[in-house]
């Protein structure tokens, strides 16, 4: 299974190693590597470019990310997080490689499908992605994962020889998104539709909550500002079909004392009309890819012991139950699953 996630200070014997490989292929495994002192301060600068700290005049908020399978490092895939066109370069929101040794096993386009979680998880709903024109691979892989061929453009060459292509959610599809202005009323309809089953759609959310100060919370919780004793570093995201709340998932992106006993990594919820449809297997698999591109390496999940539902679809996403009886709350009443 491939998975994304940050790069690290460790990496560099393997990047060093793959850098030249990519080269000959006109493709830069670390771009503009030469304006950083070392390769520290050039994972330095990412992880808090992620956020929009400390960015270069020019730069947006990006997170440049390895791909591993069974531990193996097989390519690199840049995302830009940002919806608004102008500020992008004419290579788009997404730009991604695969080492030779690894190509003709569906290695990139399972990369561009997590890039495509990402985005949207980042509020991005037109996503651009572009490759040479003589790329056939390249743009198969982006046709493949839904893209339409928008125009060709020039890059500096003289000559408009590179496919732009555009991406965006089909309808009947399942994405997880930040709550909109104009997600209120059906938010909170499903908030008081679940609160029965002593549950909540809208987490830390009262009625006399106004509607903008929520989602300021929520954006600010996403990027680690001022944030509330007891709160850690995360992002609410819905879990809609086109403009139909089908649920919802928090991911958070570090733990403290109580989420390590009660909460985990991960929570999701899915309104009652939509069960059983495989839209709770789903939304966890994009929080997955979600908290593993953020750095959560071993992700934590808890249920009741008596949410069977619930068990099997963290099971099913290679779950391993590592102890049951893990508050004083509920004693003997949570599971806490390990899913490396």
Same mark, same amino acid.
């Given at each position: 299974?491939?998975?994304?996630?940050?790069?690290r200070i460790s990496d560099w014997p393997a990047v060093q190693r793959r850098r030249d490989e990519l080269l000959a292929d006109g493709f830069d495994?670390?771009?503009?590597?030469?304006?950083?002192?070392?390769?520290?301060?050039?994972?330095?600068?990412?992880?808090?470019?992620?956020?929009?700290?400390?960015?270069?005049?020019?730069?947006?908020?990006?997170?440049?990310?390895?791909?591993?399978?069974?531990?193996?490092?097989?390519?690199?895939?840049?995302? %830009?997080? /940002? =919806? *608004?066109?102008? $500020?992008?370069? #004419? !290579?788009?929101?997404?730009?991604?490689?695969?080492?030779?040794?690894? @190509?003709?096993?569906?290695?990139?386009?399972?990369?561009?499908?997590?890039?495509?979680?990402?985005?949207?998880?980042?509020?991005?709903?037109?996503v651009l992605v572009a490759c040479h024109d003589d790329n056939v691979a390249s743009a198969t892989v982006i046709e493949r994962c839904g893209g339409?061929?928008?125009?060709?453009?020039?890059?500096? %060459?003289? /000559? =408009? *020889?590179?496919? $732009?292509?555009? #991406? !965006?959610?089909?309808?009947?599809?399942?994405?997880?998104?930040?709550? @909109?202005?104009?997600?209120?009323?059906?938010?909170?309809?499903?908030?008081?539709?679940?609160?029965?089953?002593?549950?909540?759609?809208?987490?830390?959310?009262?009625?006399?909550?106004?509607?903008?100060?929520?989602?300021?919370?929520?954006?600010?919780?996403?990027?680690?500002?001022?944030?509330?004793?007891?709160?850690?570093?995360?992002?609410?995201?819905?879990?809609?079909?086109?403009?139909?709340?089908?649920?919802?998932?928090?991911?958070?992106?570090s733990l403290n004392e109580w989420l390590a006993a009660w909460g985990g990594h991960v929570g999701h919820a899915v309104l009652h009309a939509y069960?059983?449809?495989?839209?709770?297997?789903?939304?966890?698999?994009?929080?997955?890819?979600?908290?593993?591109?953020?750095?959560?390496?071993?992700?934590?999940?808890?249920?009741?012991?008596?949410?069977?539902?619930?068990?099997?679809?963290?099971?099913?996403?290679?779950?391993?139950?590592?102890?049951?009886?893990?508050?004083?709350?509920?004693?003997?009443?949570?599971?806490?699953?390990?899913?490396?």
């Open positions: 299974m491939l998975r994304l996630r940050p790069f495994l670390v771009p503009r590597f030469e304006e950083f002192e070392d390769w520290s301060h050039y994972v330095s600068y990412y992880a808090r470019g992620r956020l929009g700290v400390g960015l270069r005049a020019g730069d947006v908020p990006m997170m440049m990310l390895a791909a591993e399978v069974d531990g193996a490092f097989v390519g690199t895939l840049g995302v %830009r997080l /940002v =919806a *608004d066109e102008s $500020r992008l370069p #004419l !290579a788009g929101h997404v730009g991604y490689a695969v080492f030779a040794s690894y @190509r003709r096993r569906g290695y990139a386009t399972e990369m561009l499908r997590q890039a495509l979680i990402i985005l949207r998880a980042e509020g991005v709903t037109r339409e061929l928008e125009a060709m453009v020039d890059v500096g %060459r003289g /000559v =408009a *020889d590179m496919r $732009r292509y555009v #991406l !965006a959610p089909p309808a009947e599809s399942l994405w997880l998104r930040p709550l @909109r202005v104009g997600d209120q009323a059906r938010a909170r309809e499903a908030h008081e539709a679940i609160l029965p089953e002593d549950s909540q759609f809208l987490l830390n959310w009262t009625p006399e909550t106004p509607w903008a100060s929520y989602l300021d919370q929520m954006r600010r919780e996403h990027r680690g500002e001022h944030l509330e004793e007891g709160r850690v570093r995360g992002v609410f995201l819905a879990a809609a079909m086109g403009d139909e709340l089908v649920g919802r998932a928090s991911v958070r992106f069960r059983r449809q495989g839209f709770a297997s789903e939304i966890l698999r994009q929080a997955l890819v979600v908290a593993r591109a953020e750095g959560v390496g071993r992700v934590v999940m808890t249920c009741f012991n008596d949410n069977q539902g619930s068990a099997r679809v963290i099971e099913r996403h290679e779950g391993v139950l590592n102890s049951t009886g893990l508050t004083s709350e509920w004693p003997g009443h949570m599971r806490r699953y390990y899913i490396e």
